[in-house]
């Protein structure tokens, strides 16, 4: 089982949809998590933290569900913009040092 | 602030031929620094890491090394590229005052390298 996984998709979803995206992680030690945004041939970029309480951003959404350990990222009224592909990034729990595990990503595509 | 500069953008090599790219941070000491590669189509696979001159840890065993010669300054290497190096190369930075868990990481825009 991969350490952090996400459905590939991808997405393609009209503007003004809501569009949900999931990722599961496998270390039940893990304890930060993020969403990082990267368009193609990009650097990632920090799209938000997530926090047991869950967290909200403008149009965006993002909670975690520890007993079942997935990450959840909701994006309202979508834009062409919000296009690119979104990583589930889960920091800890690993050995060796600090441990970044990134997702392989969930392409989104918004058509006008 | 902090920025992250990598360079080159884009790079073509043949087989066999060395390496070096190079990445630096200017705003902050004593960075945790970070050697990515993603290929195309799949996740970011950590290479190196490090967390002060000298210091570099080692992921995935391979053809490539890391070298930090300076606080801010973190250098990858080949002797002698294969075709499978070809991919996207990023380095990445977090503040220095992290506990065991990590923190979130800033990144350089990358390098698109291509050995052919």
Redesign the interface.
């Known amino acids: 089982r991969k350490e ?1 996984e996400q459905d590939p998709g991808p997405f393609n979803v009209p503007e003004g949809a809501t569009v949900a995206f999931n990722c599961t992680y496998s270390n039940s030690a893990s ?2 998590f ?1 969403w990082y945004r990267q368009d193609c ?6 799209l938000m ?1 997530v926090y047991s309480s869950g967290n909200e951003d403008g149009r965006f959404t993002a909670q975690l569900n520890r007993a079942s350990q997935y990450i959840s990222l909701l994006i309202r009224d979508s834009k062409l913009s919000d296009s690119a592909t979104y ?1 589930c ?1 889960v ?3 690993g050995t ?5 595990i ?4 969930t392409r989104l595509f918004v058509k006008a | 602030s902090q920025t992250i500069h990598q360079w080159p953008a884009t790079l073509v090599q043949p087989v066999g031929s060395p390496l070096s790219l190079e990445c630096t941070v200017e705003g902050t000491s004593n960075p ?1 620094l ?1 050697w ?1 590669r993603q290929a195309a ?4 696979q ?1 290479l190196f ?1 490090s ?1 002060g001159i000298g210091q570099i ?1 080692s ?1 995935v065993p391979q053809n490539l090394s890391a070298s930090r010669p300076q606080d801010r300054q973190f250098i990858l290497s080949s002797k002698k590229l294969l075709l499978s190096d070809s991919g ?1 190369y ?1 380095c990445a930075w ?1 503040p220095p005052d ?1 506990g ?11 390098t ?1 390298l291509s050995v052919l």
């Open positions: 952090v304890q930060s993020f041939r990009k650097e990632p970029k920090l933290s990583l990034v920091n800890g729990g060796g040092g600090f441990k970044t990134f997702g392989a990503g | 945790n970070y990515y189509g799949r996740g970011l950590l890491y967390v840890s992921e996207f990023l977090e992290v065991p868990l990590g923190e979130k990481l800033f990144f350089g825009s990358g698109q």
